[in-house]
């Protein structure tokens, strides 16, 4: 907006710097939903998510309050699997929905209620086409804990809405 004068505004005013920016007719992404394991996750996370995290088990990210992710699907769907993890306070829920890359409205959505901080897996019944499908995931509100206020719950400064290990589609006939 204001632009940045360090040297004098007088020898020139700079906002941000671009390195390189390319567009291309397609990416390639896995198909048929994410792990967030994967090497190659990057290229499937849209916006609002942390750094990835590993437990003995599996890895993970954080997800802000607004999350977003792109799966693509070869064939049909008829159910979407979700390993995922609440914040550990109350954060009301979580809206999930799915709405093709080339189209404006959802075609799928789903609430998950708020449950515990543990890890669990649930399944939805979905009738996706094949193709591209950004899914976005809004929660009510989200959840902190900054210098441990609540000794009896984890520190934590970031602001959290739920973890996401992997998401992932059947095929229907």
Known sequence: RHGWSDPPLETRSLAFALASMSFEESYEIASGGLDMASPTVEEQLVKGWFEPEEDVSRSYRWATGRAALMVRL???ASSASFSYCMAP????G???SLRPVDGP???WSERI????????????RVQLAAGDYVVAFDTDETWRNPNQGDPALPPENRSLGFALS???FD???
Do not use: C, P, T, Y
Not at 113 to 124: I, L, P
């Open 74 to 76: 070869a064939e049909s």
């Open 89 to 92: 306070g109350d954060i009301g």
């Open 94 to 96: 979580v809206n999930v």
């Open 105 to 107: 409205r959802a075609v």
């Open 113 to 124: 209620a708020w449950r515990d901080g543990d890890w669990h897996e649930d399944s939805f």
């Open 166 to 168: 992997s998401l992932s």
């Open 171 to 173: 095929a229907g006939g």
